[in-house]
């Protein structure tokens, strides 16, 4: 498999575990830990850190232009995590909008 898709992987695997996480830190009623933050909102903050790592790793094989487009993608993936971890629900304007992000990055990172 492509090193850079492993990369790209990881990072969306860690980018939206971590806004899962936020987002049932955020309005749970998980004992808070500091401030408004509760033990699932310090982890969520734990994998940004993760995925911000390794896109900088990223970072030093492919032009910043790519990386930073191709990271859009997380729109989708978060959406879907949203629907199936928390039940948020997805219209068809929110697969429109994504399809739309999905077509301009194929369209930016072809052409």
Known sequence: MNQHLILF??????????NVLMKMGAHGSYDRLIGPFSW??????????????????TLQTL??????SMLAAQYLLIMLA???FLGESITMG??????????????????
Not at 40 to 57: D, R
Not at 94 to 111: A, D, Q, T, Y
């Open 9 to 18: 992987l990881s990072i969306f695997t860690l980018s939206t575990t971590g």
């Open 40 to 57: 699932l909102s310090i982890l969520g903050l734990t994998f940004f850190a993760g995925s911000s790592v390794i896109y900088a790793k």
């Open 63 to 68: 032009p910043l232009y790519f990386a930073y």
């Open 82 to 84: 949203a629907w199936f």
């Open 94 to 111: 929110k697969w429109v909008g994504c399809g739309f992000i999905m077509l301009g990055l194929f369209c930016m990172n072809r052409f």
